[in-house]
């Protein structure tokens, strides 16, 4: 019991305030620790990897000539859509892990150490957007293995990243809310498959609008996922790119603007 | 003299149940300071304010000199804070979660390692210092736990019931933690709901109830206050239940309680006890328990506020969700 012994003779006056640069030395630590927990649990990899990849081959092989003619042209068309619903489901791990700490103390711990108000919940987003760009990385390349091409080259692959890294980050604001709204993580899952199941299924990134009931049609022209997978199309292979990229960042700051504020308020109330 | 904590007239309200009523508490530094209450006294609510976790409705308290509400960043950078769950990333090892902590309190990355490494050490955590946490067992949990508030040198420290839960061989090592760390000068405000941890570690205890010290002063002097111990009778034969309690009565100069068949009165002078048997035996009962103990928190309770200390479950779910 030598080491656990405190208080050195002289203490200098501990500072009053924090500085920014000293805030996001701590999110990156904070999203260090976020990342380095794949390392124990090389499971949680998989998790990110597996479904997609799975997703990609399943209605590949299974859809593709039903609904385009050929897998070939299936795979141009429903590639950019998957990497969108896999963003989405992947901004619930943000709330997920939110709320682990919330219930399991962890958060207290952080917040009674002299760091940064805001690095808890910055650290955590900054590892998951990490995370993202692992699985949008990983659905392209497993793409261009079965067929894939780009349309634009690096700058529109750079761009699509851009724009899809974006979107998610406003998007998982809402996961944040729920996270903290919630008692327990497992409800953080069970909100993501309800919401998020139907919102991606009842886009075009599987099926083209022309192909649904009229009825759907109106919803699926309007519903934001279809707008950012258009968006991607135009970026990652052809079609038009301005209008889909504008609206995507209207819904990315539309999303934020609403959601964020309600996300840190229900934050403050919970703690 | 000089205090590591001061709070006065602490009011926190959460909806319509008040969990602090007006605390006052003054803590000298490098001493043991005891917050003994039951659930729902308002314990947890009084070391979340003090840690600069929760601002209180009403009232001021500083830590270490400096005001909580006004000057929260100095307080944390004063304070360790050791919860009732332990409150360790389960995902990480030992040293990753020390150094987590380290890194956060901007140690260089040597230094954090070597700082978590004696640490380790200290709590015979050496061995697992590389496992997930998730692996470890109560007790390691809560040295884990320990440990991390102790990365930065904490002047005080908060330890909200830290052995709820613990096999008493860990807690007698958390308590010998505990020890050492006042001999070094640490300031620790400990809360629990043991009169004996509290009789064990503290020089002075603050009775909680409803949000309020009811009763404040060393061990000694609280157990003095509630007559310190108890008698406890039960005949072998109900019939002379009667008799008992007429002779507990007499000896303890004091008004037994009788459950079922057992007859329990507060006593304040160990001599009663060969009196007690004296008496018994000459009255020619047999007794079936015969016993003279500690006042439990539960006695204390009776004695210092005239109820028993109720598990008042609503503001403990409360109070737990919160925390």
Do not use: C
Not at chain 2, 113 to 131: I, K, N, P, V, Y
Request: aromatic content about 6%; proline content about 5%; charged content about 20%.
């Amino acid at each position: 019991m030598t080491a656990a012994t405190a208080t050195p003779a002289t203490l200098p006056a501990p500072a009053r305030r924090l500085g920014v640069v000293a805030g996001l030395r701590h999110t990156a630590t904070l999203a260090w620790r976020s990342l380095v927990q794949i390392k124990h649990n090389p499971m949680e990899l998989l998790d990110l990897s597996i479904q997609p990849v799975m997703f990609v081959l399943l209605f590949t092989y299974v859809f593709g000539t039903a609904i385009a003619g050929s897998s070939g042209d299936y795979l141009r068309f429903m590639l950019p859509g998957i990497m969108v619903q896999n963003a989405l489901f992947a901004t619930m791990t943000t709330g997920f892990g939110l709320n682990q700490d919330l219930t399991k103390g962890v958060f207290d711990r952080l917040r009674a150490l002299p760091i940064a108000r805001w690095a808890p919940l910055a650290g955590r987003i900054l590892a998951d957007t990490v995370k993202q760009a692992w699985s949008i990385a990983l659905l392209l390349v497993v793409g261009m293995i079965l067929g894939f091409r780009v349309g634009n080259g690096l700058l529109g692959v750079l761009a699509a990243f851009a724009l899809l890294l974006a979107f998610t980050l406003a998007a998982s604001w809402i996961s944040v809310l729920v996270g903290v709204l919630v008692n327990e993580p497992e409800k953080v899952q069970i909100f993501g498959f309800m919401v998020i199941f139907p919102l991606t299924f009842t886009s075009n990134i599987f099926v083209p609008t022309e192909r649904m009931p009229g009825w759907l049609q109106h919803w699926v022209e309007i519903n934001p996922v279809t707008i950012v997978a258009d968006a991607l199309r135009g970026l990652l292979v052809t079609g038009p790119v301005a209008g889909p990229v504008a609206q995507t960042l209207l819904w990315a700051v539309g999303l934020a603007v609403v959601f964020a504020p309600l996300a840190v308020r229900a934050l403050r109330r919970r703690v | 003299m000089t205090y590591a904590i001061r709070a006065e007239g602490l009011v926190r309200r959460f909806g319509d149940t008040t969990a602090l009523a007006g605390v006052d508490l003054a803590v000298p530094t490098g001493t043991v300071f005891g917050l003994l209450g039951p659930n729902g006294a308002g314990k947890t609510t009084t070391v979340r304010v003090l840690a600069t976790l929760l601002t209180a409705d009403e009232g001021q308290a500083t830590v270490g000199g400096y005001d909580v509400r006004r000057d929260p960043h100095r307080v944390r950078q004063l304070i360790g804070l050791t919860g009732q769950y332990a409150s360790v990333d389960e995902a990480l090892t030992g040293t990753e979660n020390l150094l987590l902590i380290g890194r956060l309190l901007g140690l260089g990355r040597a230094q954090a390692r070597a700082r978590a490494a004696e640490l380790l050490a200290d709590f015979q955590l050496s061995d697992a210092a590389g496992r997930a946490a998730k692996t470890y067992s109560g007790g390691m949990r809560r040295r884990l736990d320990l440990a991390a508030s102790l990365v930065g040198r904490p002047q005080v420290l908060f330890l909200d019931e830290p052995t709820t839960g613990l096999d008493p061989r860990s807690r007698n090592e958390l308590w010998d933690v505990v020890r050492t760390l006042v001999a070094d000068g640490v300031t620790v405000l400990l809360t629990t709901q043991y009169l004996e941890e509290a009789d064990q570690l503290a020089s002075e205890i603050a009775v909680v109830d409803h949000g309020r010290v009811i009763a404040q002063g060393t061990p000694e002097e609280l157990k003095a206050k509630t007559g310190g111990q108890v008698l406890t009778v039960r005949p072998a034969d109900p019939a002379d239940l009667p008799t008992v309690l007429a002779v507990a009565g007499e000896v303890a100069r004091a008004t037994p309680e009788v459950a079922q068949t057992t007859v329990t009165v507060p006593v304040s002078d160990p001599d009663v006890l060969p009196a007690v048997v004296r008496r018994l035996d000459a009255a020619d009962v047999r007794v079936a328990e015969l016993a003279l103990r500690g006042a439990s928190l539960d006695e204390v309770f009776l004695s210092l506020t005239g109820h028993r200390a109720e598990q008042d479950a609503d503001t403990d779910a409360m109070e737990g969700s919160l925390a």
